[in-house]
């Protein structure tokens, strides 16, 4: 008995350091650095992501509205989503291929901020709509820094606003089956998460912590933002922290 105790404690002395480790080289990670709209006259702001235990490919838009929640612009939003032409775009002869594919899921609280509708009535962007290359970027594997400029000066107070998302991300509330026929829902799964920093220009911090503040849609179909976060689970460990900074 005392010897198993012994294996017992050691195992778990380095399941510990071993998690330590983990989270240690996640902030310390190398991460991709991003930067948009490098023509703008406002502000600089950059926007530091630590990836958490739950991050896999996510997708994300970061962009700027008053203290009303008006949309100011947009800094950055993945290329997939802003042109609508995604890398798993069609299945064809069992492979994935690239082609436009509408998922009004995927952010739908940032996209109706934005508020212009495609062809088909969605607020998401397609080709007709899409957002100009200047404000979108590649999809990091990694945690990432987005360093972006305000098209113009902007107000003494603003808010700078996430909104991530995860494909497939069930759990134990957002079922695969939970809205049976709901194509769009089963892509997504656990709703995207709205993340939200103020700005006060008279007062500046050297940084701002972005906190979750509500989730999306299930299926996009309003831009509506729902507070309860309770039922969200590896949803919200898809980043470890969110930093913003305004230069």
């Not at 203290?67 to 798993?88: D, E, P």
């Not at 079922?175 to 709205?194: H, R």
Request: hydrophobic share 35%; glycine share 6%.
């Amino acid at each position: 008995m005392y010897r198993f105790l012994i294996i017992f404690i050691i195992f778990l002395a380095g399941a510990c350091s071993a998690g330590s480790l983990k989270k240690k080289n996640q902030a310390h990670e190398e991460k991709a650095l991003l930067s948009t709209n490098s023509a703008g006259n406002g502000e600089e702001i950059v926007i530091d992501l630590t990836r958490g235990k739950s991050f896999y490919y996510p997708l994300f838009a970061v962009w700027l509205e008053d203290t009303n929640g008006k949309y100011i612009q947009t800094l950055y939003v993945a290329r997939s989503v802003a042109t609508g032409i995604f890398t798993y775009g069609r299945q064809e002869k069992n492979k994935w291929i690239q082609a436009p594919k509408r998922a009004p899921q995927t952010l739908p609280y940032w996209a109706h901020k934005r508020g212009i509708k495609a062809f088909d009535g969605l607020f998401v962007p397609d080709q007709g709509t899409a957002v100009p290359d200047a404000y979108t970027g590649a999809t990091p594997v990694t945690g990432f820094v987005i360093t972006s400029r305000a098209d113009n000066p902007l107000p003494e107070k603003f808010k700078v606003m996430l909104e991530i998302n995860q494909n497939w991300d069930w759990n134990e509330y957002w079922t695969n089956d939970k809205y049976p026929g709901d194509e769009n829902y089963k892509w997504s799964c656990q709703p995207a998460l709205v993340y939200e920093a103020a700005v006060d220009m008279d007062s500046l911090k050297d940084s701002y912590q972005m906190n979750p503040v509500g989730h999306s849609h299930y299926s996009g179909k309003t831009g509506e933002l729902f507070t309860n976060l309770s039922t969200l689970t590896t949803a919200m460990h898809i980043a470890d922290s969110i930093i913003v900074r305004v230069k």
